[in-house]
């Protein structure tokens, strides 16, 4: 899938924590010629002791007189979050925890797979998942009666933190759009169906619940780690332990949360229904309607039309899609900003002036004619079994992509690579210590026959705790929770529930026809943990999370030429389960933060994973039926779109023809080229910052990585929103934070999480009550706000004919 997701720059976590001098200790920077400070994520932390005008978090931190420096992954862990506070005999598992777990469990992923055939992907808030939970338990609690057993067992106190935290994190598990979807969806459309419902569910099922086993068997490394901070549950914790450490502080705040959130509950039926120009308002495309530049370059209130640069959106769906201008770093928006920059262009590059501006599908322009173009016809070139036949090929011809597309390949690709030297230049330690466990001293421990036995206790609960308590690589909050005598969860509980879901998943492949060979899907799996524990190493440690989709495409082609299915399959069984694997492991890491039993989460875990896969394959079966001329059309609308079934489709028939098409000598060679590219382009900006002395120091805030991936990210979808994300960004980021510090940390991340809430309330109810998400549409009457997209674009740029279709 299109997975536009929020990235973020390096934490400098070198420092050891020593909590016997953490109440007199005030951190200060270490180091600090040499590693230019630190960069936090999505805790909305720029913690650059080293940036000009911006305060350090512990100036702003809730509660006002805060001395003590928050730079180090130990200073987030215990100061914004108590780790000195637990009450080992609090209730968790309720009646309310499973009627609203499993209640926004099934909210959260239904939503989610809405958001999937959005013109712009979409991500449920897990902030906006945590504040329902609040809102619907605080309810219960006061509405139910205690009296009696029915009322006991229904109410059988005031809603505690650690309810709170199981219900997010069940609802977290499965608000997620299992990538089998995507794999299901193009079949349908692009391959005349799939031969086994039931075969279709259970390999939606199978290759999430692979993802949560890896993550729960590499735990040790990514998880209970002081470095493995997984940023973007802090504001999480932060908020669960702020809304019930003081209620009577809490209910004053909620107050403020729900009008903010009526309010913009209330607007957004204007943009996504009565008034939609204001999903994007372009001045220029408003002065000349006739000019394909304007629609291409200005224009973007529409799938697919174009780069969006200059347009105000007032639609905070499209301002904040996959991350929230109020709490994403500022050092992140820069470098986003700098990526976007980059990205605007335009030439007849790869035949672009031939085909549409912004198109997923693939295309075919002949010899005899290049200026037009037609959508490639892939039935032609495909046998019975779906395989490529190359001697049609040679017939059709390869296919064209668009330039935009292929610009998102590419950058892509050098993103890939240039994230791993990134990470290996800037964290070096962080990722040795991740991989330890490549030492020959520990692959030579492997191989002895008490490792074989894993099953068996090779020690004491006593003299495992005396152990892991004298770690001081391991969180102060795990250490917290063995004290209070949490049991672990078995290593043979992950490992069963991973052979399980081989064994289905397997069995799925074949009852599906997918071409992917046993072997293959063995390979899926070890790809998985590989992706699992390099990336998501650096996830954890930084939170800058990178699209594995692209090279999981690549591999497949290479080792399954002319098997577009089984590159589907393959890409589904690396790509969506490592995406899982990382979402569960941030899971893991929150349910550490609020010292939920282990054994709880895991089984909580399991429930949100099955019922979330299971909506999702429900969902994508409804839409599919009902949307399907549009998931096939070029360009779709600006309620429902298939560019990312289509992305899916496109990368799986051309990589299966990749000899062809990305090898070097051939036209798209440069795809490939680009991931040695990357390798090199960290390198100048590390030297100069290493080397330039003291006026180079701004080096160290530039993330190539990031700049490479938002290259290519305007290639796909309504790119309406990006100039006022940027607006809203640095004024809440910079100019708020900086001199209202107070009112930032009183309020930021609840308007966030308000106005995420209530933007997406009424996008859920709009899709059902009036979009077709329930089959039939009801759309409003055509005028000047909400225009008829067969003749001008929502932001009345000019149509492309090329665009309809």
Request: glycine share 8%.
């Amino acid at each position: 899938m299109s997975s536009k997701r929020p990235a973020f720059a390096r934490v400098d976590t070198d420092r050891v924590f020593d909590p016997a001098q953490e109440s007199s200790r005030t951190y200060e920077l270490q180091d600090a010629d040499e590693k230019g400070g630190f960069h936090a994520t999505s805790d909305g932390v720029d913690s650059d002791t080293d940036t000009k005008g911006l305060p350090a978090y512990d100036d702003v931190r809730e509660g006002a007189q805060i001395t003590d420096h928050v730079e180090t992954a130990a200073d987030l862990v215990t100061k914004i979050i108590h780790a000195d506070e637990d009450d080992p005999d609090m209730p968790v598992l309720t009646f309310r925890t499973f009627f609203l777990g499993l209640g926004l469990s099934c909210f959260g992923s239904v939503l989610q797979e809405i958001f999937y055939f959005k013109p712009q992907t979409i991500f449920v808030s897990l902030i906006f998942l945590t504040v329902w939970a609040y809102i619907l338990g605080d309810f219960m609690a006061f509405a139910i009666p205690r009296k009696g057993a029915i009322g006991r067992f229904l109410n059988p106190h005031p809603f505690n933190s650690k309810e709170h935290a199981a219900i997010t994190i069940m609802a977290s598990a499965a608000a997620q759009s299992a990538l089998a979807t995507e794999a299901l969806a193009a079949q349908e459309l692009f391959y005349g169906g799939y031969p086994s419902k039931a075969a279709g569910i259970f390999a939606v099922l199978s290759s999430q619940l692979i993802g949560f086993a890896v993550a729960g068997l590499l735990r040790e490394v990514i998880v209970h780690p002081t470095k493995m901070i997984w940023p973007m549950t802090i504001p999480v914790s932060n908020l669960l332990e702020t809304i019930h450490r003081d209620r009577t502080e809490t209910k004053r705040k909620m107050r403020i949360w729900y009008m903010v959130f009526f309010a913009v509950f209330f607007w957004e039926i204007l943009p996504e229904y009565i008034f939609t120009t204001l999903i994007g308002v372009s001045v220029f495309c408003l002065a000349d309607q006739k000019n394909l530049f304007f629609t291409n370059f200005f224009g973007g209130a529409t799938g697919n039309e174009g780069l969006g640069v200059l347009n105000i959106s007032f639609d905070w769906n499209y301002i904040a899609p996959f991350f929230n201008p109020l709490w994403y770093p500022l050092s992140s928006t820069v470098n986003t900003m700098l990526g976007i920059i980059g990205w605007l262009y335009y030439n007849n590059v790869w035949q672009a002036k031939s085909m549409p501006f912004l198109s997923q599908e693939l295309f075919n322009l002949t010899a005899s004619n290049t200026t037009y173009f037609s959508v490639y016809n892939q039935s032609l070139i495909l046998n019975n079994d779906f395989t490529i036949n190359f001697d049609a090929l040679d017939v059709q011809g390869v296919p064209y992509l668009t330039a935009t597309y292929v610009g998102y390949i590419l950058t892509t690709n050098m993103g890939l690579s240039a994230t791993i030297v990134y990470m290996l230049l800037w964290n070096w330690d962080d990722l040795k210590y991740a991989w330890a466990w490549a030492h020959p001293s520990a692959l030579r421990k492997l191989m002895t026959m008490d490792t074989l036995y894993f099953w068996r206790e090779k020690e004491t609960p006593a003299e495992r705790n005396r152990r892991k308590q004298a770690d001081p690589n391991l969180d102060p909050h795990y250490k917290l929770m063995l004290r209070n005598g949490y049991k672990e969860v078995p290593l043979w509980w992950w490992a069963l529930t991973l052979i399980g879901c081989w064994i289905i998943g397997l069995a799925c492949m074949y009852s599906l026809k997918s071409t992917l060979p046993w072997w293959g899907f063995l390979l899926a799996t070890v790809f998985t943990f590989v992706f699992t524990l390099f990336f998501g190493a650096q996830y954890g440690m930084t939170g800058f999370g990178f699209n594995l989709q692209p090279v999981c495409q690549m591999l497949a082609g290479y080792m399954f030429p002319g098997r577009p299915l089984a590159n589907f399959w393959f890409t589904c069984f690396t790509y969506n389960a490592t995406s899982e694997a990382q979402v569960l492991a941030k899971d893991l890491r929150l349910a550490q933060y609020t010292h939920l039993p282990p054994r709880i989460t895991f089984g909580l875990q399991v429930l949100g994973c099955l019922v979330g896969a299971l909506l999702n394959w429900v969902m994508m079966v409804s839409i599919v039926s009902a949307q399907r001329p549009l998931l096939t059309a070029i360009q779709g609308s600006s309620i429902w779109s298939g560019q990312n079934i289509q992305i899916f489709n496109s990368a799986a028939i051309t990589w299966s023809m990749a000899p062809r098409l990305y090898s070097i000598g051939q036209r798209y060679q440069w795809c490939t080229i680009a991931y040695l590219v990357g390798f090199i382009v960290p390198v100048p900006m590390y030297l100069m910052y290493k080397y330039g002395g003291m006026k180079a120091k701004w080096a160290s805030y530039i993330n190539p990585s990031i700049i490479l991936w938002f290259m290519g990210n305007l290639f796909v979808g309504i790119n309406a929103g990006f100039t006022t994300f940027f607006i809203i960004a640095f004024v809440f980021q910079w100019y708020i934070r900086k001199y209202h510090p107070k009112f930032f940390v009183d309020w930021n991340y609840l308007i966030s999480a308000a106005l995420d809430g209530g933007t997406q309330i009424m996008v859920f109810i709009l899709t059902f009550a009036v979009a077709g998400g329930s089959g039939v549409a009801h759309p409003f009457p055509y005028w000047a706000g909400n225009p008829d997209l067969s003749l001008t674009n929502t932001d009345h740029c000019m149509v492309n004919p090329g665009n309809i279709g």
